[in-house]
């Protein structure tokens, strides 16, 4: 039996999400998220089957494919830094509406945030996409409620929930950070050119690089030769006031204390002063 929404008819290519038996929490927990959110940087929930055994998603199409293929395959699109810049706005924007905006006084903590869970749209705007590990937080909880959740198995996980097993806001904010890093680095968090030196992988590298003053050596080589519509190159990379607002915010976004990182709306604005200043000079 079909439940649910059916497709608008505008979305002539959608994305087919089939959960396998047994992840039936994982499917309920993301359907439901979907169905509550509004907002222009999260998918958007277009229809639900379920029939059977057979429980599917039906989400946005992710035109430009996801974050991650932008910083790992040679032959996809350099994103230029204004791009770069864009994308992570918009995904902090979702971040800071998952976390203080949404109607009823209700948030969530997404806890997966990492670069292959960001959609990108045919106008390169950022998506955030798989709600199966979010947790939601009543109206009359503590701001600071901690809740049980799944193991998340990637290097961009915030040190603290590896200890506790408990998610919190700065749990997505440790985890944004690093996707801060790979967008100014061009790698995965995860590459081995960072787990050589510890598991904890980019996050781990980008801390003591910042606290040596290397971390500029870090940086993406191809943002020094980003190419426009007409595939010339500009040689014009992140000017320096832009660059240090960006990597300034992204340090503290992945301090290993959790009360030290900034909460998400005051990464928004970081990151809006950020992409002023580039476009400005």
């Known amino acids: 039996m079909k ?7 505008k979305h002539s290519v959608v994305s087919i999400n089939r959960f396998h038996p047994g992840c039936e929490d994982w499917f309920y927990r993301e359907f439901k998220l979907l169905d509550t959110c509004d ?27 996801y974050l991650n293929d932008h ?23 979702a971040l800071n509406y998952l976390h203080f905006e949404m109607a009823g006084g209700q948030s ?11 959609a990108l749209d045919k106008n390169w705007g950022a998506k955030i996409a798989d709600f199966g590990h979010s947790v939601f937080s009543s109206p009359n909880e503590d ?5 049980y959740a799944r193991g998340i198995p990637d290097v961009n996980v915030d040190p603290e929930y590896r200890k506790t097993r408990r998610l919190t806001r700065e749990s997505d904010v440790y985890s944004f950070g690093a996707v801060l890093f790979e967008v100014l680095c061009g790698r995965l968090g ?14 781990f590298v980008a ?5 040596e003053g290397t971390l500029m050596e870090m940086i993406d080589p191809l943002l020094g030769e980003e190419s426009d519509e007409n ?6 990379g992140p000017n320096k006031d832009s660059l240090d607002i960006f990597v300034k915010i992204a340090y503290q976004c992945v301090t290993e204390i959790p009360n030290q990182r900034p909460p998400v709306n005051v990464v928004v604005k970081e990151l809006q002063e950020a992409l002023l200043l580039q476009v400005i000079n």
């Open 231 to 236: 595939s010339y190159i500009l040689k014009r």
């Open 108 to 118: 969530v903590v997404h806890g997966d945030i990492q670069s292959s869970n960001i």
């Open 39 to 65: 907002h222009p940087s999260i998918v958007k929930l277009l229809g639900i089957c379920v029939q059977g055994g057979q429980k599917i998603l039906v989400v946005e199409y992710p035109y430009n494919s």
């Open 143 to 147: 701001d600071e409620t901690l809740e």
């Open 190 to 203: 995860e590459d081995p050119i960072y787990l050589k030196e510890s598991d904890q992988g980019l996050p």
């Open 207 to 211: 801390r003591r690089c910042f606290r």
């Open 3 to 9: 439940e649910g929404k059916d497709v608008p008819k």
């Open 71 to 93: 910083l790992f395959y040679d032959d996809t699109p350099i994103l230029t830094w204004v791009q770069r810049l864009k994308i992570c706005l918009d995904v902090a924007k």
